[in-house]
T-cell receptor
Framework: LAKTTQPISMDSYEGQEVNITCSHN???????ITWYQQFPSQGPRFIIQ???TKVTNEVASLFIPADRKSSTLSLPRVSLSDTAVYYC??????????????FGSGTQLTVLP | DADVTQTPRNRITKTGKRIMLECSQT?????MYWYRQDPGLGLQLIYY???????NKGEISDGYSVSRQAQAKFSLSLESAIPNQTALYFC??????????FGPGTRLTVT
């Protein structure tokens, strides 16, 4: 079971780039790494996913080193509305898998003016 | 219209009562999940289903049961509710298992 570890909290200022790292030492070969954003009393919202190297979309970038034992979510030029809890999830992407999914406890990002 | 809906959105019930939470999706995904979230904590997987005939226990399935009535519907039941089941409950769907789409949640209070 690929448990994940993230910092409990981070503070940043508007306009800065924020990097949140997740450790997943026991990641399996067929596991993908996904990141989610959650606002209070709402369901998590998918941000980005990747398998290795770097993935970028209109919201964020995801950096994954060759050993895949960690990943870093990068949010460019954050704003106050990016204040939320960010979760990384390691999940198998294969049919018939009976693996249990594990969300970490998340990182509370607070963006200050 | 939302792709993943949950009913009810809020529910207060008494200890020992049976309660059912319902989830529906219009995304056409085969995989559906039920999670529980306690205040200030992450999400814990209760049950998951990869198709209508497939039901699997998650890490905290004790005290819960599920029913997959159709590809689009996945219900969670608490047979005899207890106060420590007070939490936010989320349903999610996925086509691949990695990218998941969550419903708005049900806030359940057991008194």
């Amino acid at each position: 079971l690929a448990k994940t570890t993230q910092p409990i909290s981070m503070d940043s200022y508007e306009g800065q780039e924020v990097n949140i790292t997740c450790s997943h030492n026991n990641i399996a070969t067929n596991d993908y790494i996904t990141w989610y954003q959650q606002f209070p009393s709402q369901g998590p919202r998918f941000i980005i996913q990747g398998y290795k190297t770097k993935v970028t979309n209109e919201v964020a970038s995801l950096f994954i080193p060759a050993d895949r034992k960690s990943s870093t979510l990068s949010l460019p030029r954050v704003s106050l509305s990016d204040t939320a809890v960010y979760y990384c999830l390691v999940a198998p992407v294969s049919s018939g898998s009976a693996r249990q999914l594990t969300f970490g406890s998340g990182t509370q990002l607070t963006v200050l003016p | 219209d939302a792709d993943v809906t949950q009913t009810p959105r809020n529910r207060i019930t008494k200890t020992g009562k049976r309660i059912m939470l319902e989830c529906s999706q219009t995304k056409g995904h085969d995989r559906m999940y039920w999670y529980r979230q306690d205040p200030g904590l992450g999400l814990q997987l209760i049950y998951y289903s990869f198709d209508v005939k497939d039901i699997n226990k998650g890490e905290i399935s004790d005290g819960y049961s599920v029913s997959r009535q159709a590809q689009a519907k996945f219900s969670l039941s608490l047979e005899s509710a207890i106060p420590n089941q007070t939490a936010l409950y989320f349903c999610a769907t996925s086509q691949t298992g990695a990218e998941q789409y969550f419903g708005p949640g049900t806030r359940l209070t057991v008194t």
